[in-house]
């Protein structure tokens, strides 16, 4: 991160004084003169540049990482005013340096109808996105093939985003030391839009999910105990039914959007 970047995100959190009417006298200034601060508002402003492997600030049910910016106004009888500020801290993790971004997702699944000891023709989905990397509120243009070979209309359809975070942790225990790991499963954001497709009809349906912002980036590598992988999953009802058909496609959230060349 740049020290131009971060000057103007914390540029917002100047200290600010707020003196009585009696003043009071400051620290030395470079020529060893006192600074007085009259009565009245004083703003400070400050910068200073972030260390290139903190990992980025995170929250989720079972941990997080936060930073903050905390300011203190303090005189000889101590200290008089203080302020904390959270400061969302942003890893930048460019996509194009992945070529596996750049090439477009494919993914299906079938599932048929069970009625007693007999299985009849179900829905098959196939699901395709034109590449595997995303940022941060980008729409995600999701094109769906749906052969619908059931006796029934096909009324609606549902685009996800969920991410799985894996924690890892060291257990040190009398006899064995050891690493322990908990995932966490979450949905980001779902739709569920509606669609009309016949019975026994192959459907070709385009759609939209626009990712929320902000999301945590897929490459936490300055983080070790955590890591986050993000699923687009495409789901169906089989009408009649109480089951489901779905695909999962993996991608991959950055900072810096992916040039596809054609």
Partial sequence: MDRMAFF?????YDLIS????????TDHDAEGLEQVLVAGPHSF?????LS?????SFTSKHGKIRYYLRAFCTAV?????????ELRVQETYNLNLDPQTKLPVMVEAEKGVSYLCW?????????????GGFVPGEEVII???INNRTPKNVKSISYSLYSEIKYKAFIQEAFCDHFREFVEKMTMI???????????NDTKIVGLLQLPSPLIVSDMSRCRIISVQYWLVVAISIPGTRTSVSVSAPIKIGTTPVQLYK
Avoid at 190 to 200: A, M, S, Y
């Fill in 143 to 145: 094109t769906s093939h």
């Fill in 190 to 200: 779902k739709t569920n839009p509606t669609v009309d497709i016949p019975p026994r």
């Fill in 18 to 25: 707020l003196n009585t009417a009696m003043s009071f006298h």
């Fill in 8 to 12: 103007c995100a914390v540029r917002f």
């Fill in 119 to 131: 299985t009849f023709p179900g829905i098959s989905l196939r699901v395709s996105i034109d590449k």
């Fill in 45 to 49: 402003q400050f910068n200073y540049k």
């Fill in 77 to 85: 009888s101590g200290t008089l005013a203080q302020v904390e500020k």
């Fill in 52 to 56: 290139s492997d903190i990992p980025s």
